[in-house]
């Protein structure tokens, strides 16, 4: 049996814009302006990572409150797109693709950099889907280290090898490929170059494809 793990933000939910905006504005803070070239490599890349690499790419330094400071006030941003996120924003085809692998028995995880996961999931209606929910909370290490896979896949029962990972952001993919799963990329082949299968979105993948997977 194959086991799927789904990354949260820009795959199955339409919440990657909401990142983008709010780490834009702590951008704006020190006077730089993120692009969404930028934003691609903050992707699948946890709060203090981000607010690392941002601080790297405006050339300055602050003082450990002042980020603790920033990266809170950031997620508050980001909190208040999410509070008032429905069903609506869940991505084309991500619900029919899960609820086919459910009637066919198919054990299905969440493994997500972000905290907000559960709140995000219940939200959107999708938590109930869901046989393992591995979030922000439940790992200490971010992708690019395959810490959230790993887990994912045990807690669904399935070895590795035989897990099926699908990711919009470069650390995911790499993450994916480190743990020995097959990574699925659901985003910009441009962008996703180390993935085995590039997607734009799960309108896009068909029947006979699911069917190899199994």
């Keep these: 049996m194959k086991g799927y ?5 820009g795959v199955i939910v339409d919440t990657a814009k909401f990142h983008f905006l709010a780490w834009k ?3 704006r803070y020190f006077g730089f302006d993120l692009t969404e070239a930028l934003n691609e490599k903050l992707k699948g890349v946890s709060r203090v990572d981000s607010l690392k690499k941002i601080l790297d790419w405006a050339g300055t330094t602050i003082s450990e409150d002042e980020f603790e400071k920033l990266a809170t006030e950031k997620n508050e941003d980001y909190l ?3 509070n008032k996120m429905t069903s609506k924003d869940v991505l084309p085809g991500v619900y029919e693709f899960i609820e086919k692998l ?3 028995g198919c054990p299905v995880a969440l493994g997500s950099a972000s905290k907000n996961a559960p709140k995000i999931l219940k939200k959107t209606g999708l938590y109930d889907m ?3 929910i ?3 909370n439940s790992v200490t290490k971010a992708k690019p280290d395959p810490e959230v896979f790993l887990i994912a896949a045990r807690k669904i029962g399935v070895k590795p090898e ?4 699908f990711e919009d952001s470069e650390a995911g993919i790499e993450a994916a490929n480190v743990a020995g799963m097959t990574s699925i ?3 910009d082949k441009r962008v996703l170059i180390d993935a085995d299968q590039v997607f734009s979105n799960f309108i896009e993948i068909k029947e006979k494809f699911i069917n190899q997977l199994h």
Aim: one cysteine or more.
């Design 130 to 132: 869901f046989d393992a």
């Design 5 to 9: 793990i789904f990354d949260l933000d």
């Design 80 to 82: 208040q797109y999410v």
């Design 162 to 165: 035989h897990c099926i990972v």
């Design 185 to 187: 990329g659901i985003g």
């Design 102 to 104: 459910k009637k066919e």
């Design 25 to 27: 504005k702590t951008a």
């Design 134 to 136: 591995v979030d922000g």
